[in-house]
């Protein structure tokens, strides 16, 4: 009769033992998952991060390369090809961010100063000609995005961040280098006539080669997801 009350503590104390046990493998694993988890997002933003390297120093080097040159500053280049690209590829966020830290390496490497030497002028020409110009090159797909269509996606959001850098260019044109003007042209004229000379065929160069290259980046990726 003594025995009884024994046996019950003895299954209550091994029956608590295996409860204990099983939250502490719950937990362990709860961990596990975790610390797998940063570990893969962790490795993610590394391969992003060399991506975006590569492509800010692929369009430096394709800057270069100048298919067409106007007198008076302004050329048409793949330069923006890898940017519009990093854009799509990796979204709007990572895209930008390369834009950005392209627009300074481009103010280095060829700043242009303006005939006006005031703080003004100068703003305007660092603000309209490069950082906004060239940032909002990695902005391509957010404009691209409301189109299902990849390839219309593409389209558009290229031709949509060429044209507001041709917008920043015109503004610069009207508000700093009005004394490049030449007699009997107006100063908006003008402005828009000779940046539309080189955005245009520029625009038309990066949507080709951008739909191209995004298609074959979509079909490489696709054909890797169906083997792994």
């Known amino acids: 009769m003594v025995c009884a009350p024994r046996l019950s503590a003895g299954y209550f104390c091994a029956f608590r033992f295996q409860q204990t046990c099983a939250q502490g493998r ?3 694993g709860g ?20 991506e975006s390297a590569l492509m800010i120093a692929l369009s ?11 007198p008076f500053g302004g050329t048409v280049t793949c330069g923006m090809v890898p940017l519009v690209l990093l854009s799509f590829h990796q979204g709007p966020k990572w895209g930008i961010g390369a834009a950005f830290t392209h627009s300074l390496l481009q103010m280095l490497m060829r700043f242009d100063a303006p005939p006006a030497k005031t703080f003004g002028a100068f703003a305007v020409v660092i603000l309209l000609d490069y950082v906004i110009a060239f940032t909002v090159v990695g902005a391509a797909s957010v404009f691209g995005k409301p189109f299902r269509n990849r390839s219309v996606s593409v389209a ?22 009005t ?17 539309a000379l080189y955005m245009i065929p520029q625009t038309i160069l990066t949507v080709v080669l951008a739909v191209v290259l995004m298609a074959v980046i979509d079909r490489y990726e696709g054909r890797k997801a169906k083997t792994i």
């Open 26 to 28: 719950t937990q362990a």
């Open 31 to 50: 961990i596990a998952r975790t610390q797998e988890g940063m570990f893969m997002k962790k490795n993610n933003t590394t391969v992003i991060l060399v």
């Open 60 to 70: 430096v080097v394709l800057d270069f390369f100048k298919l067409w040159q106007m």
């Open 156 to 177: 558009v959001g290229t031709c949509a961040v060429c044209l507001i850098r041709l917008l920043c260019s015109f503004l610069s044109g009207v508000t700093v280098w």
């Open 179 to 195: 004394e490049y003007t030449p007699e009997g042209w107006a100063v908006w004229q003008y402005s828009l006539t000779y940046n």
